[in-house]
């Protein structure tokens, strides 16, 4: 089984803004959604360019994601995380409910996808009403699929850096989209594209959105293979598997 060599260069100082004072900040829980498209003679991922004045990663080219909302716990879905994706999630003993936040992380994906790109990862459904940042999305008609999702990689941003986010990364096909046509007035990222994995990597890319774009490769061709899990112990990456 091949596995995903890591870049010399990964998560290097310079790659983004380094706490200067004070204890290592807690990581927030947050969720990645990496859209596959194959209708065309090369793989497509859908990535989008974050705005410059954003404090985290600006000009940077990232997959749609964010942090988890307390709404995420609870909000409907057309459809459950397939088993074997769920059992992998729920490898977190530090959570008291990790099946709970294994369905959380994987609606704040499809949120926060809409939220930034304004595709829908869904079904159809009766529109109806939802709280905080759910509204929008259940005001479209649709709700949640969640059983297109695979879990493709988990990382935790570096003790040194001024955000640090425990973020798992989801893979779903471009089947499983609503529509390819975006909804309107929706969107927070400056510009997104569909791009392969070339193009991909000439993208100015954080260093995990490169080992991720890497990793879905690999998986294309390999869909058992397990998930990497990123991290940092003691000053030093730390590699282990999912």
Not at 150 to 173: H, N, S
Request: aromatic share 8%; hydrophobic share 40%; net charge positive.
């Amino acid at each position: 089984m091949s596995l995903p060599p890591i870049d010399a260069k990964f998560d290097t100082i310079n790659d983004g803004a380094v706490r200067e004072t004070g204890a290592a900040l807690k990581p927030k829980h947050a969720a990645t959604l990496i859209i596959v498209r194959t209708d065309g003679p090369r793989p497509r991922l859908l990535m989008g360019r974050r705005n410059h004045g954003h404090a985290f990663m600006p000009d940077k080219w990232v997959f749609p994601g964010g942090r988890v909302d307390r709404t995420d716990y609870d909000a409907p879905s057309a459809s459950e995380l397939a088993p074997e994706v769920a059992v992998r999630l729920e490898q977190d003993p530090r959570h008291p409910k990790p099946a709970r936040l294994a369905r959380a992380l994987a609606l704040a994906a499809v949120r926060e996808t809409f939220e930034e790109t304004g595709l829908l990862l869904a079904k159809d459904a009766p529109e109806r009403p939802g709280a905080g940042p759910w509204r929008p999305f259940l005001a479209q008609g649709a709700l949640p699929d969640l059983a297109s999702l695979t879990f493709v990689a988990r990382a935790i941003t570096p003790p040194y850096r001024p955000r640090r986010f425990d973020a798992r990364f989801f893979m779903a096909p471009g089947e499983a989209l609503l529509s390819l046509d975006r909804r309107p007035d929706c969107g927070e990222l400056d510009e997104i594209a569909w791009v392969d994995f070339g193009e991909a990597m000439a993208l100015d890319l954080p260093n995990i959105t490169r080992f991720v774009v890497h990793e879905v490769g690999q998986r294309l061709a390999e869909a058992g293979r397990p998930a990497p899990f990123m991290r940092f112990l003691n000053g030093k990456r730390h590699l282990t598997h999912l």
